[in-house]
């Protein structure tokens, strides 16, 4: 890894330009060169979104050592995952992905991560009852630490020092030791994923998931919600249908009724994600063992960049995010060349498009991209994040995000899947299972003046426990499968 890692953020008018048209000249994507790729394949392509490390001989030094480290998940998890995402993508089950915008190193803690996974149990739950279908749990945890950002530097009082990157990379504090990209923070990001995942898998196993118990994954406020009433209910229905089951059969559910966590995070930080990709005994191929399921963020989706090459050459399960700077006309040929590039098997479960226009952009956009990847002929799992097109400003200048607009894009979403013969499977949300102060409304109608109260998100606004349970209510039902 000699190549220097090179930021390269672009306007978003060039931006456009770069996803379609930068080097059409070179190769097609070919089974042929799939027999070159290589981890670090992707050093030869323009890496965005990358930060600049001052020393190269420590980042080559950081990465051999994360390289020798045991994976953090398994390729057989990976697998398993895969497989239950090939049923999302025909209907037969349901994604429910959410977690924190960026997690931080200092809210690895037991609270921040038990509560997390408390609200994402409590959504599935009602999303089970509301859509009939087994729903895949997938955290935004466990590895969540790069952040791409819209400009390289920041200037505050004349000043110029590099964005913050991620805990990964950098500290938030705005000084020059802070915010000097640090290789070793990969060392760092890796040992709290781990802790993260180390408990999560001690609970799991300890019963902490079990449907029989949703007690233990009551958060004290829920009694205080004004939702709590309706959540009880589902937990009851729930409750009486396993234990109607056991009676029925004579089996405990126990097995069945343990259920799964998965984890993702945005594959931004190449370095970090070239480290972890191992070739597993007895399977074919490269797997990113550092997560289950990572993404391609919308930044950096360029068809000849290096994420599409990195991405491109693991067996995990991936996603791509779409958001409204590829416009309407340019998607039949984006879809197709990405889905070549990524999807050329047409592998079950392979590939999951996250969409992302804004409740006011989603009915001009998503017609065509599912009209384009219909023209595919391949099988696409459509999944929609209605976060991160509706940011906006308050006019004290805080990035905050309506839930009313979020909800609107999630309802939008769901009828012109159906209209255009093809179906919602899935959901990503920003959220935390803490009582922040982030996004504004929902059921106690929290306005702009109320989000200094506990506004902590170092980047992007979360749907608080109250907001996120209550969504997960209101869109059950818009999802019960038509057949
Ligand atoms: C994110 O998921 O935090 C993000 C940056 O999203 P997008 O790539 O869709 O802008
Ligand atoms: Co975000």
């Known amino acids: 890894m000699g190549q220097p890692v090179e930021v390269r953020v672009l306007p978003s008018a060039l931006y456009r330009e770069a996803i379609l048209f930068r080097d059409r000249t070179e190769p097609k994507y070919g089974e042929s060169h799939m027999n070159d790729w290589k981890p670090e394949s992707w050093t030869s392509r323009a890496a965005l979104h990358q930060p600049t490390y001052p020393d190269q001989d420590q980042l080559s030094e950081a990465i051999g050592e994360l390289a020798q480290l045991p994976p953090l998940v398994t390729s057989s998890e990976i697998e398993s995952l895969k497989a239950e995402l090939a049923q999302a993508a025909v209907g037969e089950r349901f994604l429910l992905q959410g977690g924190d915008c960026a997690e931080s190193f200092a809210e690895c803690a037991s609270s921040v991560i038990t509560n997390k996974l408390k609200i994402l149990l409590q959504m599935s739950l009602v999303l089970v009852q509301g859509t009939q279908r087994r729903v895949i749990r997938v955290g935004r945890f466990a590895g969540q630490y790069a952040k791409p950002r819209s400009t390289k530097d920041e200037t505050r009082d004349g000043i110029a020092l590099p964005s913050y990157f991620g805990d990964i990379v950098n500290r938030p504090a ?100 070239q480290a972890m990709t191992r070739q597993v005994p ?44 590829i416009e309407p006309a340019m998607l039949p040929e984006f879809v197709s060349r990405i889905v070549d590039a990524l999807h050329p098997d047409d592998e079950p479960g392979r590939l999951t498009f996250i969409h992302r226009y804004g409740a006011s952009k989603v009915a001009e956009h998503l017609p065509a991209l599912i009209k384009a990847v219909h023209a595919t002929g391949r099988t696409v799992l459509m999944v929609c994040d209605p976060m991160h097109g509706n940011t906006r400003k308050t006019a004290a200048g805080i990035k905050t995000r309506s839930f009313e607009d979020i909800l609107q894009e999630l309802e939008s979403s769901i009828s012109i899947h159906a209209e255009c013969g093809s179906h919602l499977g899935g959901v990503h949300f920003e959220l935390t299972g803490d009582n922040v102060t982030e996004c504004t409304g929902g059921a106690r109608g929290l306005t702009d003046d109320d989000l200094q109260d506990g506004y902590r998100s170092l980047v992007d606004p979360r749907l608080n426990y109250e907001q996120a349970l209550e969504m997960a209510m209101l869109i059950a039902n818009r999802l019960v499968p038509s057949s």
Request: aromatic share 14%; glycine share 8%; hydrophobic share 35%.
């Open 174 to 273: 705005f000084d020059e030791r802070s915010r000097r990209p640090d290789p070793w923070r990969m060392m760092r990001g890796y040992e709290r994923s781990a802790l993260t995942l180390n408990f999560i898998r001690a609970l799991i196993d300890g019963g902490f998931a079990d449907l029989h118990h949703p007690e233990y994954w009551e958060l004290d406020f829920v009694k205080h919600s004004p939702r709590a009433k309706e959540y009880y209910e589902t937990v009851r229905k729930i409750g009486e249908s396993v234990r109607f089951m056991e009676t029925l059969t004579g089996i405990s559910v126990a097995d069945l009724s343990r259920v799964n966590f998965y984890t993702s995070h945005e594959g931004l930080l190449l370095p970090y994600e």
């Open 282 to 325: 007895r399977r074919n191929g490269w797997y990113n063992l550092s997560t289950h399921f990572p993404w391609i963020g919308m930044r950096t989706a360029g068809l000849n960049d290096a994420h599409v090459e990195f991405f491109r050459g693991i067996r995990n399960p991936i996603a791509v995010k779409i958001g409204p700077s």
